[in-house]
């Protein structure tokens, strides 16, 4: 199973864990694994349509999932994904 990290904003919504272990072949199918393991996930990453929000960034390996075939991008089962979300800044 991939292993998805979880940034430490969204762990109130798995119980705390820093990762969990999901299935899927792509990225979408994997994401789409957590949010139906952790519901209330869904609202902070999917869009109503299920598509990931424009804010929210993510890592297979080291690698931006834009710049290889997005949320169809291809899993393996010893994957690490890992889940950036956008971050508010203020004035500087």
Do not use: C
């Not at 979880?6 to 072949?25: H, I, M």
């Not at 902070?44 to 424009?54: N, V, Y």
Request: proline share 5%; no cysteine; charged share 25%.
């Amino acid at each position: 199973m991939a292993k998805i990290i979880v940034p430490t904003p969204l762990r109130k919504f798995t119980q705390n864990q820093t990762s969990v272990e999901t299935g899927g072949n792509t990225i979408k199918e994997a994401i789409g694994n957590l949010v139906t393991q952790f519901p209330d996930l869904r609202q902070h990453l999917l869009t109503k349509e299920g598509s990931l929000r424009t804010f929210v960034r993510v890592y297979l390996g080291e690698e931006d999932i834009k710049q290889l075939e997005g949320e169809a991008t291809p899993i393996e089962s010893q994957s690490e994904i890992s889940i950036i979300p956008a971050i508010a800044g203020g004035k500087a």
